[in-house]
C-alpha cells in the first residue's frame, strides 16, 4: 500500500484512503467555458460528497495535427486556472512540459501534471518535483509498469515524495490502447506511491480518425468499473458539457451529465471491494 498523503490541499490519497477525482475538460476552450466547467464540476462534487481536483490543459503539445488546437498558451491559459482557483476553491492540475514551465505553473496550480510521451524526461521530473508540489506522471504507453520504478526513484532525489502515477493504457500494435489490470498492483508495487486510474485517455485509438485521435467513449464505464474492483487510488477523467464539439479529445471526453452515475458506481464498487479485503 502507498503511503497516504496530500494529493492538494484538503484531498488525501493513498494509504486506503477512498480515492479522489481529478476531472475536467481536456483544453482550456475559453475562459467562459473554463469557467463554466468548473463551476459545474464543483457543484457536482459537492453533491456526492467526493474530493475533486480541477484539471485543463493550457496547451495540448502533443496533437496528431499541427493544425489542431491546442490552447491559450501559458501565460494566458494560467490565468484562467488562477481565476478558476480563486472564484471556486477548486485545487487545480495542469500540464507542464518543460522545467520552465514547471516552475512557472508551480506559482498557479496544486498538482503538476508529466503528459505520458514525457513520462521519461529526467530534466522536466526533476523540476517537476523540485517545485514541491504534488506531481501526477502519467505512464508512457510505451512503458511495462515495472519501469514506473526509475520514474519514482529520479523524483525521489529532490527530497519530494508527493508522486502519482497514472495509468492511461499500454499501445498494441497499431491505433489502440489496452488497460492491463494488473498494471495497477504492479506500478503500486514497484514504485511506492499512490496509481491513479486515467477513464478517458485509455479509450484512445491513436491516430484511429487520420489527422486526430479517435476513441471509444461509450467503454469507460467498463473499464472504470474495472478498475474499482481491481482497485487504484484515485480516478482522472475529462469532461465536456459538448464533448462532440469539443476542441480536443471530443471521442472520449464524458457528458458531464454521466458523470455522477459513473462515480456513484465507482465508489460503490471500491467500497465492496475494501470491505471483502483479507483483513476486513
Known amino acids: 500500500m502507498a503511503d497516504l498523503f496530500e494529493l492538494a490541499p484538503g484531498i488525501r490519497i493513498g494509504g486506503g484512503a477512498p480515492p479522489p477525482f481529478i476531472a475536467g475538460p481536456c483544453v482550456i476552450e475559453s475562459r467562459d467555458h473554463a469557467l463554466r466547467m468548473a463551476e459545474r464540476i464543483k457543484k457536482l462534487f459537492d453533491g456526492l460528497g467526493v474530493p475533486v481536483v480541477y484539471k485543463s490543459s493550457y496547451d495540448k503539445a502533443n496533437r496528431t495535427s499541427v493544425d489542431s488546437f491546442r490552447g491559450p498558451g501559458i501565460e494566458r491559459g494560467l490565468e484562467i486556472l488562477a481565476e478558476i482557483r480563486e472564484k471556486t476553491g477548486l485545487p487545480i492540475l495542469t500540464d507542464v512540459h518543460d522545467a520552465a514551465q514547471a516552475t512557472r505553473a508551480a506559482e498557479v496550480v496544486d498538482v503538476l501534471q508529466i ?86 485517455h485509455s479509450l484512445q485509438l491513436p491516430g484511429g480518425l487520420g489527422n486526430a485521435t479517435g476513441g471509444l467513449r461509450q467503454y469507460a464505464p467498463t473499464l472504470a468499473r474495472a478498475a474499482a474492483a481491481a482497485g487504484v487510488d484515485g480516478f482522472f477523467m475529462e469532461v465536456h458539457d459538448n464533448p462532440d464539439a469539443a476542441l480536443s479529445d471530443k471521442t472520449t471526453q464524458l457528458p458531464i451529465e454521466s458523470v455522477a452515475a459513473l462515480v456513484k458506481q465507482i465508489l460503490a464498487i471500491d467500497r465492496a471491494r475494501r470491505e471483502t479485503a483479507p483483513g476486513n
Open 115 to 200: 503528459p505520458a510521451f514525457l513520462c521519461r524526461q529526467t530534466d522536466l521530473i526533476l523540476a517537476a518535483a523540485k517545485t514541491g508540489k504534488s506531481v501526477n506522471v502519467k505512464k508512457g504507453q510505451f512503458l511495462a509498469p515495472s519501469d514506473t520504478a526509475e520514474i519514482a526513484k529520479k523524483f525521489r532525489q529532490t527530497g519530494n515524495s508527493r508522486l502519482t502515477l497514472c495509468e492511461r493504457g499500454t499501445t498494441f500494435g497499431y491505433g489502440n490502447l489496452v488497460v492491463d489490470m494488473r498494471s495497477f498492483p504492479m506500478m503500486r508495487e514497484a514504485a511506492g506511491v499512490p496509481v491513479i486510474f486515467d477513464v478517458t
